[in-house]
């Protein structure tokens, strides 16, 4: 197990295109952190500097207290798997499995066969070994790369978008299998991911990095329920927050704090927003607090314009008078599009956040 240090990582490319803007993260021991955000954000490319496939432009990386940012990536101890199929196609699947050990082989007495029989079957792959990767489905290459990844007993696994164009299934099946390989060695675990199921569902915390900024760490649960930034409410959930601009109209200790919200006045208790009086506020509100029909009292009027099945729900997109598109989470079948909605805010379930800074200010308290 090994910690990890990005000490005011910056990278920039040709172009003065800012890849990275002075990343600052550790992540611990034995922990399996993920660092999510959109395509483009950075992320990749600060696992590639960890990997030593990169050199940052400015700051250093450690690795168990061992700065390695100018060491190469064979004597930094890591085991990587990709969504790539990065295997050697000549060779059979137990051959791939025992690569990075041939030359641990012929210094020591190690029984190299042993070894890759002994992974492959806590993967469930034992009888694929004497198959080559072209005869393998996409899930079992990366089962096999998974196996070679962790063979060498590393102190730290690298992963990037490993569960990428899966099917449920096999994604699945590879969860528990990297969650089991985590819990039983105590491995430390780096994963980059687009894919907010795949973080929540594997993370002990998770980064969330928008356009080269570190914009919050945090569990799971708390990136979820209370989003540092509205850069972060807008990206992370599935879908995502609706944030929209509201007036703050008037408050006092009698009658709270009124806002106005797509032509709707909701009232809420709260003195965080005395200073905004006059002004205006970002106001988050999660898709599946969004309440409509005799709920909504004083109703805005919506337009639905697609649907989404969930099953036991439907995810709903409406448009307003106003102009705001925004995201509901209603229960039973969809809706027929083009039918009209009143819809509504709760104010006890709004989130609040500064509309310079972007910086979140209240939020209301997390479900259990």
């Known amino acids: 197990m090994s910690e990890i240090v990005f000490q005011d990582v910056t990278k920039v490319y040709p172009g003065e295109r800012v890849a990275l803007d002075h990343l600052t993260i550790t992540i611990a021991r034995g922990e399996f952190f993920s660092l999510v955000g959109p395509s483009g954000c950075g992320k990749t490319t600060a696992l590639r500097i960890l990997a030593g496939l990169e050199e940052p432009t400015g700051g250093r990386v450690h690795i168990g207290g061992r700065d390695v940012t100018d060491i190469e990536i064979h004597q930094r101890n890591l085991g990587i798997i990709t969504q790539e199929n990065l295997l050697l196609q000549h060779r059979s699947a137990g051959g791939n499995i025992g690569f990075p050990i041939e030359g641990l082989r012929r210094r020591t007495r190690i029984d190299a066969r042993a070894r890759v029989e002994f992974e492959a079957a806590g993967l469930g792959i034992g009888h694929l070994l004497d198959r080559k990767p072209a005869t393998l489905s996409e899930g079992e290459r990366r089962l096999v790369q998974l196996a070679r990844a962790i063979i060498s007993s590393p102190s730290v696994l690298l992963m990037d978008e490993p569960l990428a164009f899966l099917e449920a299934q096999m994604r699945a099946r590879l969860h528990t299998a990297i969650r089991q390989i985590h819990d039983e060695r105590g491995m430390t675990i780096v994963l980059v991911t687009a894919s907010q199921h795949d973080a929540m569902a594997l993370s002990d915390r998770i980064g969330v990095l928008i356009d080269g900024v570190l914009h919050q760490i945090g569990s799971p649960h708390d990136v979820y329920s209370r989003p540092a930034t509205a850069a972060v409410a807008r990206f992370f959930g599935e879908p995502s927050m609706n944030v929209l601009a509201a007036d703050v109209l008037g408050s006092s200790p009698a009658e709270g704090t009124q806002l106005e919200i797509l032509g709707q006045v909701v009232t809420m208790w709260t003195p965080l927003l005395a200073d905004y009086v ?11 607090d969004v309440v409509i029909g005799a709920e909504a009292s004083r ?7 697609a649907t989404e099945p969930l099953g036991s729900a439907t995810l ?43 910086l979140a200010f209240l939020h209301p308290p997390a479900r259990r």
């Not at 006059?278 to 599946?288: A, D, N």
């Open 299 to 305: 109703g805005i009027e919506a337009h639905v314009h």
């Open 316 to 358: 709903t997109e409406v448009s307003t008078l106003d102009g705001p598109t925004l995201s509901c989470r209603l229960p039973g079948s969809a809706p027929p599009i083009g039918t009209v909605l009143d819809i509504g805010l709760r104010p006890e379930r709004l989130h609040l956040f500064d509309p310079a800074t972007e």
């Open 278 to 288: 006059g002004r205006s506020v970002l106001v988050g509100v999660r898709p599946e």
